[in-house]
């Protein structure tokens, strides 16, 4: 009998997916939430929510579960789903864990231990060794792992002999604050890899199947861009023989559950080899649900509740493809540093075939303390081909204003000749970066909108700032300094927008004229474009295909105009992302060379090292480890020599 209420030990789009289910099927739903997140959407979405200090809190979320008075708890992924020491506390608690037994978390969990266990089940492993002794491996190209970990994180591409005593250092400081565990393995780097994972289900019973597979090999630092089912690279033999190493590899550990067997491809033999189990939900689920028709939380509740599975290997049947997208709050253009910001509106696909899974809601707060994925916009079709044109379409019907994200770079990469030809490795995207990576330069017609709204919009009490007053002789002009990511333009406008007004930018004119509407309809040089458009205070954020760009208007001689401010903050040293400093190197009066590394900060468990601007002294060092930062916060200054 299934359950009459689960708490959901998650937030954002994983929160809510599985709350659609319980709702679905009838079951209450309860949220968990800390004080920062008491708006966020799963919580509005949820029949019942309960504060918690910390979703990490084992105590503090069993609590809820059974003050709620629920029977079950859903960990999602990330937090505490591949917990044993949470999976124990539910169980001890008479609390059911939707999730595998304690045991085969801690047998999975742990890299190391899991290599050896599937290996005695004759599933094949990549070479590698363990702690301790790692300093000592000399066959490169090499991977670092946690032991621990998952995600990515962590995760090291060493070449060499001299790079691996930092690289080791690095892996082990990122396991250490991501997993609490430091312990590293390192394996053989197979060259021309593809990440192609299984889905399993199993019961309690001893029923176990495979669900086919999902690509995930478009990559970058190691964590997942766009997957897919089913991989354009597995034939149905091959797919039977993975399949059956993975049924092996979950009876092994007496697996119960949903899991995900990870394996590396040889792209260019095929040979497989097994990396690791995920012993919960993927991220990617989306993809294998579309194909297969199966809802997998619904599943993992029914085994959870003590039911069989209702359906044996043969009758898994896979139907067209389905190929998923993360839209994560990171700039792209900026090296994919993390972003954040308040969700000023919010506009997402509303298309047959196409599937959102979201946290978002507008008037939400993007933070930097947790994972910044947004978002999963998924696409279904008859066809491969079909199914990435789908995944573009719903990927441009996209906005996030408020927010910088990396939508854009996502179309580029579906779009991609080498991703359309199926030709895909775990190195592709880094080897295309620049032609995927969009320069800061806003559009001149992107400026022009921004003129021209703002030209539109009153400034002031004063009649002589009117803008569509009048003057002896001619119309006025307005003028101000326009700053967006790429730098700060001179904007000067005259005439009424909804006419031809004139937009001089940085001198050369550009004819445009607006329409006000739901969606901002602009006419340049013969072209109409609509664009999606919300302001904040004096910024103007503007979305139009996937993209979006803020626009800061400061008026001539505003104390706030940094045009021309650049040459007199050479030496300062801004945060290039909201975070958390890390590590400080530097000492204040310390003199320093161009380049070298000042601090690291860290923002959802991605660490960025920040360097000196130029030869000099550590004059200013405001930054302590441990302290949080907001993006172009000043943490030091440093003086040159000259001055």
């Not at 690791?276 to 199966?294: A, F, I």
Request: with cysteine.
């Amino acid at each position: 009998m299934l359950f009459d209420r689960v708490l959901i030990a998650n937030r954002g789009e994983i929160a809510v997916r599985i709350a659609r289910t319980l709702r679905g099927l009838g079951i209450a739903s309860v949220a968990v939430h800390t004080p920062s997140d008491a708006g966020a959407r799963h919580v509005r979405e949820a029949d019942l929510a309960l504060e918690v200090p910390r979703y990490l809190d084992i105590e503090a979320i069993v609590a809820a579960a059974l003050a709620s008075g629920a029977q079950a708890v859903h960990p999602g992924y990330g937090f505490l789903a591949e917990n044993a020491a949470f999976a124990r506390r539910c169980a001890e608690a008479g609390v059911v864990f939707v999730g595998p037994p304690a045991d085969a978390i801690d047998a999975m969990g742990d890299k190391i231990r899991a290599k050896a266990t599937v290996s005695a089940a004759g599933v094949p492993v990549v070479p590698g060794a363990t702690e301790p002794g790692l300093e000592e491996w000399r066959d490169f190209p090499a991977l670092i792992k946690p032991s621990a970990g998952g995600g990515g994180k962590g995760m090291v591409l060493v070449r060499s002999a001299a790079e691996l005593p930092d690289a080791l250092e690095s892996a082990r400081r990122t396991a250490l604050a991501a997993f609490g565990d430091g312990t590293l393995l390192i394996e053989r780097y197979v060259e021309n890899p593809r990440h192609i994972e299984i889905q399993i289900l199993a019961d309690a019973h001893g029923g176990v199947v495979h669900l086919g597979e999902r690509e995930c090999s478009l990559q970058r630092r190691h964590q997942k861009i766009i997957e897919e089912a089913p991989s354009p690279f597995v034939s149905p033999g091959m797919r039977a023989r993975m399949g059956a190493a993975a049924v092996e590899a979950a009876r092994s550990v007496g697996y119960v559950g949903a899991g995900t067997v990870e394996f590396i491809v040889d792209g260019t033999t095929g040979a497989y080899h097994f990396m690791e189990m995920n012993t919960r939900l993927q991220v990617e689920h989306p993809v294998t649900e579309l194909v297969t028709g199966l809802d997998l939380v619904e599943l993992q509740l029914r085994v959870a509740a003590g039911e069989r599975l209702p359906f044996a290997q043969e009758d898994v049947r896979l139907d067209g493809h389905a190929v998923e997208a993360r839209v994560y709050a990171e700039d792209p253009a900026r090296g994919f540093l993390p972003t954040g910001g308040r969700v000023l509106a919010l506009r997402e696909p509303a298309r047959d075939a196409v599937r959102v899974d979201s946290g978002l809601v507008e008037g939400g707060v993007v933070g930097s303390e947790f994972d910044p994925m947004l978002s999963k916009v998924i696409a279904w079709a008859p066809d491969r081909a079909t199914a990435l044109r789908t995944l573009d379409q719903a990927l441009a019907d996209t906005a996030v204003l408020g927010v910088v994200t990396n939508i854009p770079f996502l179309r580029a990469l579906a779009e991609h000749p080498a991703v359309a030809a199926g030709e895909l490795d775990t190195g592709l995207v880094e080897r295309v970066l620049p032609e995927l990576v969009p320069g800061e330069a806003t559009p001149e017609e992107v400026q022009a909108v921004a003129a021209l709204v703002f030209h539109a919009m009153p400034q002031g009490d004063d009649p002589w700032e009117v803008t569509d007053g009048w003057r002896i002789g001619e119309r006025a002009w307005t003028a101000w300094r326009l700053e967006s990511r790429d730098g700060v333009h001179t904007i000067q406008v005259r005439g009424l927008p909804e006419e031809s007004a004139e937009v001089l930018i940085n001198g050369e004119a550009v004819p445009a004229r607006i329409r006000p509407g739901a969606d901002l309809a602009v006419t340049i040089g013969g072209r109409t474009a609509r664009y999606l458009c919300v302001r904040d205070g004096d910024t103007l954020w503007l979305g139009r295909d996937g993209a979006s760009w803020p626009l800061t208007r400061h008026l001539i001689g505003d104390p706030g105009d940094r045009a021309g401010a650049a040459a007199a903050g050479d030496g300062v040293v801004r945060s290039p992302m909201p975070g958390t400093v890390l590590v400080v190197k530097a000492q204040q009066g310390e003199r320093v060379s161009q380049g070298q590394p000042l601090l690291i900060v860290e923002a959802m468990k991605m660490e960025h090292t920040v360097t000196a601007p130029c030869d000099g002294v550590v004059t200013e060092l405001s930054a302590r480890a441990g302290q949080p930062v907001d993006m172009d916060a000043v943490l030091a200054v440093v003086t040159s020599e000259e001055a």
